[in-house]
């Protein structure tokens, strides 16, 4: 491959191991690491989720529809023109986020007001998904049941989007988000 970097050259090893990468030796393997279980973990605890409520007596139905969409599409459909299997696997993300914990923030200078109460500057707040995919029934109904249809509804949809929080938002959010 003459003039052509080898794929090697753009493997996360080489990228954390570059010239002037401050980086030990130690500190590129934990990366590796938590790069893999990151990717590889998460995966498969929202799929094993996702099958199990599908596999549900009552979501009988959002099974078949499922099936019916991916009968109907060609090989090559990219998964983006999918609806329904977009909304299957957002509502299996909204109810049962494979990254449970809290995401801690510092308020930011001046502090903040929200919801009516002031948060001064430097307090460490938190939420996690879990919760935020439940407080706000009118915009998630029935919040404990697995429901994708919600995610096909025109009323609301902004405001699920908005609050839909599996993979954290901001620059410090999941970078597997798309």
């Known amino acids: 491959m003459a003039g052509q970097q080898h794929p090697e050259a753009h493997s996360l090893v080489a990228r954390l191991t570059r010239k002037g990468s401050p980086l030990s030796h130690m500190q590129v393997a934990a990366e590796c690491k ?5 990717g590889i973990d998460t995966t498969g ?6 099958m199990w409520e599908l596999s549900q007596p009552q979501n009988l139905q959002f099974q078949d529809r499922l099936h019916m969409e991916l009968l109907s599409t060609s090989d ?3 998964l983006d023109k999918m609806p329904y299997i977009d909304a299957v696997i957002k509502e299996a993300l909204r109810c049962a986020p494979p ?3 809290s995401f801690p923030r510092y308020v930011p200078s001046g502090g903040r007001t929200i919801d009516g109460y002031f948060i001064p500057e430097n307090t460490i707040v938190s939420c996690q ?3 935020v995919h439940r407080f706000n029934e009118e915009v998630f109904p029935e919040p404990d049941r697995f429901n994708p249809e919600r995610w096909l509804e025109e009323k609301g949809f902004n405001d699920r989007n908005r609050l839909f ?3 954290g938002t901001g620059g410090r959010g999941c970078t597997g988000k798309k």
């Not at 938590?34 to 990151?38: I, L, N, R, V, Y």
């Not at 605890?45 to 996702?50: G, M, N, P, R, T």
């Open 34 to 38: 938590d790069h893999m279980a990151a």
């Open 76 to 78: 090559d459909t990219p």
């Open 45 to 50: 605890d929202a799929l094993c989720f996702l």
């Open 129 to 131: 998904p879990y919760t």
């Open 99 to 101: 990254i449970p914990m």
């Open 165 to 167: 929080f599996a993979f």
